[in-house]
C-alpha cells in the first residue's frame, strides 16, 4: 500500500475531498490520487515509485492555494522500501 495520512483544515479533519500527488523528479510525470474519508483519512492504494512529489487537495472549503501544483506549496517525499 502507499502513503497515508489526514488532511486537517482549520484543525478540522476535512470530510471529503482528494489529495493528490504529481510526481517531481520523474522523467515522465505520475499522477496519483486517493479519497479523503469522513475522519479526514486518506490511503493510497499502490505504492508509489520513490521520489518527490508536488501534492495537492480539494474539496469543500479547501483555499484555492491548496488546489494547484504550483501554489500549493506541499511536497512529499516517497523512501523506498
Not at 500527488?21 to 493510497?44: C, E, M, N, W
Amino acid at each position: 500500500a502507499g502513503p497515508t495520512g489526514k488532511v486537517l483544515l482549520n484543525g478540522q479533519p476535512l470530510a471529503a475531498g482528494e489529495v493528490t500527488f504529481v510526481s517531481l523528479d520523474q522523467a515522465k510525470p505520475r499522477v496519483f490520487t486517493a479519497h479523503i474519508g469522513a475522519d479526514g483519512g486518506y490511503a493510497f492504494k499502490e505504492a508509489l515509485p520513490p521520489g518527490k512529489y508536488a501534492v495537492i487537495v480539494t474539496g469543500k472549503g479547501v483555499p484555492a492555494l491548496y488546489q494547484t501544483t504550483t501554489t500549493s506549496g506541499l511536497v512529499f517525499e516517497v523512501k523506498a522500501g
